[in-house]
Nanobody, 127 residues
Framework: QVQLVESGGGLVQAGGSLRRSCAAS????????MNWFRQAPGKEREFVAG????????YYADSVKGRFTISRDNAKNTVYLQMNSLKPEDTAVYYC????????????????????WGKGTLVTVSS
């Protein structure tokens, strides 16, 4: 079993920034990729960003490209999501999730392909 401990988030005004972090208790084959998802009220959970511990590639949803940055600290088993130029439509509960698959294609970005989930934290962007 892998525990994911998330931190960061909260309330911010439109145009502001927040950073989320997600620390994994250990690395296994099922934590090959680390991803961020979000779920807005009344909507399905959607992929936001992803990377692998060893590769240099990062992947983003079109809605956040150029504004959000995913990064990692291998020594700390921690992944970060830096969110800039936030918009009210970014308001959602944000989750980190691990997967045994890289997240470079739509199929591997599906929630059904994730192995472990964090508890999620609400990010509210006010207008």
């Amino acid at each position: 079993q892998v525990q994911l401990v998330e931190s960061g988030g909260g309330l911010v005004q439109a145009g502001g920034s927040l950073r989320r972090s997600c620390a994994a208790s250990r690395r296994t084959s099922r934590t090959y990729a680390m991803n961020w998802f979000r779920q807005a009220p009344g909507k399905e959970r959607e992929f936001v960003a992803g990377l692998t511990w060893s590769g240099g590639s990062t992947y983003y949803a079109d809605s956040v490209k150029g504004r959000f940055t995913i990064s990692r600290d291998n020594a700390k088993n921690t992944v970060y999501l830096q969110m800039n130029s936030l918009k009210p439509e970014d308001t959602a509960v944000y989750y980190c999730a691990t997967s045994r698959y890289y997240s470079g294609s739509y199929y591997y970005q599906l929630t059904s392909n994730m192995d472990y989930w964090g508890k999620g934290t609400l990010v509210t962007v006010s207008s």
